[in-house]
């Protein structure tokens, strides 16, 4: 260092340590103070002693009920694979967006043209009657395409990943269970729009929304567990490709996504009750629209509905995996 | 290994295999006809085509102890891969039963999970995962993985253009370097240029010397000898030899000497 003497270098230097501010005796050096102050924040973390009470946030309290699920003997959310599940869906995202300019965009274009198309089609051509329409098909379409765009990919989930599913040991629920959220993070990315058509629109959103996770959550089972059945069946029934896509295809005619459900005759409205997802858009239509609270009818619908499927995804699993990688 | 701990064979075997036979069942691809399936469902009968089986292991057993180095010999098709995937637990037994102690990395595959878009670093957490490690293990081996796998910067390359032996490097490189007590090779030292194998094969002995237990699989007799202090001999679904390496290596070119 070079001859930095600045003035009263000499003097802060001779201070005796145990100076005290001649202006508040009761207090320490603000010099002094500053230092130890530094010492505190510059001081490496303390690492927690091995078993020592952490505080545990909702989230950590959560995971560790959800890892305690396991029905079977089947990890049911992944929780074992949570890493794996993390980086599987990271990879997914990055390697959708990357090398591509508009990057996300494309991901929410689909959705938006095809809401411009219906749009088009049922409010002008057909000259549908019904306020805030064009959130009501936006509110459809994305929560619809969540749903279809999961089971449709997780279909060939098992199949698609014959090359690791042979060679490491993995769960194989983990590869339906990474493409799921995989969409429905998409699908929360796409959330600011929905909202903000909302807001702009001026529709009757209001404290209902914060119902909104119990659906969406629903309809993430139910895509998942029909990815777990789909998947597993998909290894022994090649056809299923071309029968699920007609399938998907009427499933979404049959359910109110771009048209409201009292526009079915009543004597019909059962049907609503066979389809799963019917239930779970007709709220989110509801809280994005009008603002109304959920039905006694979707709350349990829904419930029903996500736990039925996830049994069915249980015991297929539970069947059919024992023999399944060999036969990939 | 070294057999200077007399209490080796006392311990407790990582991995115990028992009667263990693995039968596997095979459909002709022959078509059957959508009114055979349909009239076969309706008497309950729910499989489709003919039916063929076939014995890929026969009623193996052995045990293998820690530290052990251990090389498993066999022609094409003598149920190595098979033998390895039971302890991978990747196929379940057909008949016997499989103990395994403690964690196993099954190396069958290098870079398992990689993805060509995703650069080299991306892929090593990626595979890291893939293989059953968590953040914190992978971040502790990340400077070493980094350190022999011999990229540089051209870690932040996307893989896909990689050479062959580049990924085989950074493949290696995180195989080894994130392992379990008990490691399962499957001919994946037959790969990469001729510095690199000698540098792979040094690699798994400084881990067996560390104390991990070794299972290695290979075609190459002059390999076991070397390398092995054990060697399984597979033929024919069957097991013919289990004993020291140099013999093992010997009875595996007798038997394959005509052929």
């Known amino acids: 260092m070079r001859d930095a003497r600045a003035p009263g270098g000499r003097a802060s230097r001779d201070r005796p340590t145990h100076y005290q501010n001649p202006l508040s005796p009761c207090c320490p050096d603000p010099t002094a103070l500053t230092q130890k102050a530094m010492a505190i924040t510059t001081a490496p973390a303390q690492p927690l002693p091995e078993g020592s009470p952490r505080p545990l946030s909702l989230a950590d309290r959560l995971f ?81 395409g969540f749903f279809a765009s999961s089971v449709s990919e997780g279909l060939e989930s098992l ?39 909302a807001v702009i629109s001026g529709t009757g959103m209001g404290w ?67 389809n799963p997802v019917a239930k779970p858009i007709t709220a989110v239509h509801g809280l994005f629209v009008d603002g109304r609270w959920p039905t006694d009818g979707e709350w349990i619908m829904t419930g029903v509905w996500a736990f039925a499927l996830l049994l069915v995804a249980l015991f297929t699993h539970k069947k059919f995996s024992g023999g399944l990688i060999e036969n990939l | 290994m070294k057999t200077s701990e007399p209490s080796l064979n006392q311990r407790q075997p990582v991995i115990s295999v028992r009667n263990v036979s693995k039968r596997f069942r095979f459909w002709d691809d022959r ?69 395994v102690n403690g964690q196993i990395a099954p190396l069958i595959e290098l870079g398992a999970g990689f993805h060509p878009e995703l650069s080299g670093y991306e892929n090593i957490f990626l595979n890291a995962a893939v293989l059953g490690f968590g953040r914190a293990a992978t971040e502790e081996a990340l400077p070493q993985i980094l350190e022999f796998a011999e990229l540089g910067e051209k870690i932040h390359m996307p893989i896909k253009n990689y050479s062959s032996g580049m990924l085989v490097r950074l493949g290696f490189s995180v195989a080894t370097h994130l392992t379990a007590p008990v490691i399962l090779i499957d001919e994946i030292l037959a790969v990469g240029d001729l510095a690199f194998q000698q540098k792979c094969i040094a690699k798994v002995h400084e881990l067996n010397k560390a104390g991990k237990t070794i299972v290695l699989i290979t075609h190459s007799p002059d390999d076991v000898a070397r390398h092995c202090g054990r060697c399984i001999v597979l033929n024919q679904a069957q097991k013919v030899f289990d004993d020291r390496a140099s013999e093992g290596a010997e009875v595996y070119r007798r038997l394959f000497a005509s052929v």
């Not at chain 1, 219906?118 to 619809?144: A, D, E, N, R």
């Not at chain 2, 006809?33 to 009623?59: H, M, Q, Y």
């Not at chain 2, 094409?76 to 390895?84: E, I, P, R, V």
């Open chain 1, 64 to 144: 560790t009920l959800l890892s305690r699920v396991k029905p079977f003997g089947i990890d049911v959310f992944c929780t074992s694979k949570k890493y794996l599940i993390y980086n599987m869906v990271g990879r997914n995202l990055k390697v959708k967006y990357r090398r591509s300019i508009l990057g996300l965009f494309w991901t929410l274009a689909h959705p938006l043209s095809m809401t411009a198309i219906y749009y088009f089609v049922f409010k002008v051509v057909l000259k549908v009657q019904m306020p805030h329409y064009l959130v009501f098909m936006l509110s459809g379409i994305l929560t619809w």
């Open chain 1, 159 to 197: 199949v698609g990943n014959i090359g690791l599913l042979t060679k490491i040991p993995i769960p194989i629920q983990v590869f339906p269970f990474a493409g799921t959220l995989t969409n429905l993070s998409t699908w929360v990315f796409s959330l600011p729009i929905l909202l903000g058509a």
């Open chain 1, 208 to 274: 209902s929304i914060v119902s909104l996770p119990y659906f969406i959550v629903a309809l993430f089972v139910m895509a998942y567990s029909l990815s777990v059945t789909l998947g597993i069946a998909f290894v022994y029934f090649r056809d299923l490709r071309h029968i699920l896509n007609l399938i998907l295809q009427a499933w979404f005619y049959a359910t109110p996504v771009i048209y409201n459900a009292d526009m079915i005759p009543p004597k019909y409205h059962w049907i609503l009750f066979l």
């Open chain 2, 31 to 99: 078509p059957t006809s959508f009114k055979t399936v349909l009239v076969n469902a309706l008497r309950g009968n729910f499989e489709f085509g003919s039916k063929r089986e076939f014995d890929a292991l026969k009623d193996i057993s052995f045990d293998i102890y820690p530290g052990e180095f251990v090389g498993i010999m066999g022609r094409n098709g003598a149920g190595k891969s098979t033998l390895m995937k039971l302890l991978a637990g990747i196929y379940q037994p057909s008949s016997g039963e499989i103990q």
